[in-house]
């Protein structure tokens, strides 16, 4: 019998560590930001009170469908990550799973989390999440390495989180659920560069271009990033408009928006690391607060 311990260990070690590599496929960080926009952006629909059933169906399969998405962007991009030191260690560059292997993983979570939004909310919501993994995993990924463009097309499977939340709980287009996808459509351009500016030098060796000067880190990207993050202070006013929510989550998103730019301005003026640092936090506060201060506001 002793033989069978070190065994069972050595199988409950491997499994550990599958099971982390597939968790890495799915980036969970990322993925779990996208869903939550998602379950705000159903919240906030009208008629629809907090439920706990329907909100861990619609964050189940949200982060199946982003999971489904970030790996197919890591097989896509499973040669140059193994040039960048941030991605280098995931488990396709490193060599610990195969293209097969992560399609077949990549296939079944897209696809089951598509079915599970169209099955327990409605067709559209399903159909349309399927569309958003398309978009951003064919049309984004490779795009990346291509032409800074990539940035203006990843940004609309970015913005649609919200609108898939919308259309789940009412089954439908409507104008809150626009203006969601454009508040997020045009918070991803500033959060985008900044993060492409800070790791410009390890993104230049993996062939990636997102930034939108050919010269690279010149103060043109603090300017582009200051007409976007200024595009989000009039559209903090429109959920105040369509009833979507009150005073209280206006003032804070306009507050938030006001901050942002300034951040941006600071960026164009100083191009540097610091600035650019300070931007790409702007914009990890900025959503959450965003979203959360519509929402509390509503309830």
């Not at 159903?42 to 982003?66: C, Q, R």
């Not at 998405?69 to 490193?94: C, G, V």
Request: proline content about 6%; glycine content about 8%.
């Amino acid at each position: 019998m002793l033989p069978e311990q070190p065994m069972k260990a050595k199988w409950h070690l491997l499994a550990a560590s599958r099971l982390r590599d597939y968790v890495q496929l799915m980036k969970p960080n990322l993925s779990t930001m996208v869903v939550f926009s998602s379950v705000v952006g159903y919240l906030l629909a009208p008629d629809i009170h907090f439920a706990w059933k329907e909100v861990l169906l619609l964050f189940a399969g949200g982060m199946l469908v982003t999971g489904g998405a970030n790996t197919i962007n890591q097989i896509l991009e499973r040669y140059s990550d193994r040039h960048m030191k941030r991605t280098r260690l995931r488990p396709m560059p490193d060599g610990r799973m195969n293209a097969p292997e992560a399609w077949f993983f990549a296939g079944l979570t897209g696809l089951v989390g598509s079915v599970l939004l169209g099955y327990f909310f409605n067709p559209f919501a399903g159909i349309l999440s399927f569309i958003s993994l398309l978009l951003y995993a064919f049309a984004y990924t490779p795009m990346k390495s291509r032409h800074p463009i990539a940035v203006l097309i990843g940004a609309i499977p970015g913005a649609l989180p919200p609108l898939i939340g919308w259309v789940a709980a009412t089954g439908s287009l409507g104008i809150g659920g626009w203006i969601l996808f454009l508040i997020q459509f045009f918070w991803q351009f500033p959060h985008f560069w900044a993060i492409a500016w800070v790791g410009f030098e390890d993104y230049e060796k993996a062939g990636i271009r997102l930034l939108p000067s050919k010269e690279g880190k010149t103060p043109y990207t603090g300017l582009q990033c200051m007409f976007y993050s200024l595009m989000l202070i009039p559209l903090a006013i429109m959920p105040r408009i369509v009833h979507l929510s009150g005073n209280i989550g206006m003032w804070i998103s306009i507050a938030a928006g006001l901050l942002y730019f300034m951040a941006s301005v600071v960026f164009y003026l100083k191009n540097d690391h610091k600035s650019a640092m300070r931007v790409m936090f702007s914009s990890f506060i900025y959503l959450p607060v965003v979203l959360l201060a519509l929402l509390f506001d509503k309830l």
